[in-house]
């Protein structure tokens, strides 16, 4: 079946350590996006990326790092700089530029900070 | 930055009544996104509305636009307790590159 897999689903970091979220996805979509979603917020853009090697910083990227060597993956690095890092994280896919297209989301990936 | 707000924030209903959420948006769009999430779990996509369009169907759902007044809403009609869940209107960033969020409302029904 066609879709995005994100893992693990629930990640526990301890304070100063980094972690890598995966985000897989099997629909041929160049586009691949990251959003936090804290309670009360709703979503809020780290990252994206239109294109293989090609990525740009959405509204909240400090403290975030992306890789995009492969079409089909986006992984995001929670890094030790990010100090509140405690959230529900959702990667989504799409069309190339087709921002007027519906956008594909895996089932998220809880991460908390022991 | 948040493009798009809804409204109520929390809405409990009971089954068969109707709910309706609305979202008022900031700068021009050329469509807006309604999205569904169930507790826990990932977006589902809805219903797009393109900004030449009033209004639109799709089985309980009616999306209607207003350009004018930056705003959209979202009925459910005889709603269901499965349509529990939380509810965000999404538009383009100012590069058209990806999709920002509201904050979301969320919908509780009981039976």
């Known amino acids: 079946d066609g879709g995005i897999t994100q893992s693990p689903k629930y990640l526990f970091r301890k304070e100063g350590q980094n972690v890598t979220l995966s985000c897989e996805q099997n629909l041929n979509h160049d586009a691949m996006y990251w959003y936090r979603q804290d309670p009360g917020q709703g979503l809020r853009l780290i990252y994206y990326s239109q294109i293989v090697n090609d990525f740009q910083k959405g509204d909240i990227a400090e403290g975030y790092s992306v890789s995009r060597e492969k079409k089909e993956s986006f992984p995001l690095t929670v890094t030790s700089a990010q100090k509140n890092p405690t959230a529900f994280y959702l990667c989504a896919s799409s069309i190339r530029g087709a921002v007027n297209l519906e956008a594909f989301f895996g089932q998220g990936t809880r991460l908390t900070v022991v | 930055s948040q493009q798009g707000e809804e409204d109520p924030q929390a809405l409990s209903i009971q089954e068969g009544e109707n709910a309706t959420m609305n979202c008022s948006y900031k700068?021009?769009?050329?469509?807006l996104q309604w999205y569904r999430q169930n507790s826990g779990r990932g977006l589902v996509h809805l219903i797009l509305i393109r900004s030449n369009e009033r209004e639109k169907h799709s089985g309980r759902l009616r999306v209607t636009l207003d350009t004018s007044k930056k705003s959209s809403s979202l009925l459910i009609t005889a709603s269901r307790a499965a349509d529990t869940a939380s509810y965000f209107c999404a538009t383009a960033n100012q590069a058209g590159t990806a999709l920002i969020f509201g904050k979301g409302t969320t919908l509780s029904v009981s039976s």
């Open positions: 700068t021009s769009i050329n469509n």
